[in-house]
């Protein structure tokens, strides 16, 4: 939502105020894997597609990895773990 507490603080303050729902998505759109994806549907190889499901979690590893030991574990030089994380799933 914000990257500090009181910017947190004021979406959500807005939010009640104007009596309107909030939601935060992260556009995965432009990634280098989602393209490729599309490519490979729009190309056939895959054949007629029914249905998709499509997760992109945060895991139990991606946390150790890269925001305890990795170059993201001092958030002061940093961001937070899920707005890194949407920075570099984009990069």
Known sequence: MAPDMDGCRAIVEAVKTHKVMLSVCHLLRYTVYTMRLKNLLDSGVVGDVCA????????????????????????????????KKKQEDNS
């Open 52 to 83: 998709i499901q499509h997760l992109e979690p945060v895991g139990y590893w991606h946390q150790v990895h890269s925001f305890v030991r990795g170059n993201w574990a001092n958030e002061a030089a940093s961001a937070p773990m899920l707005m």
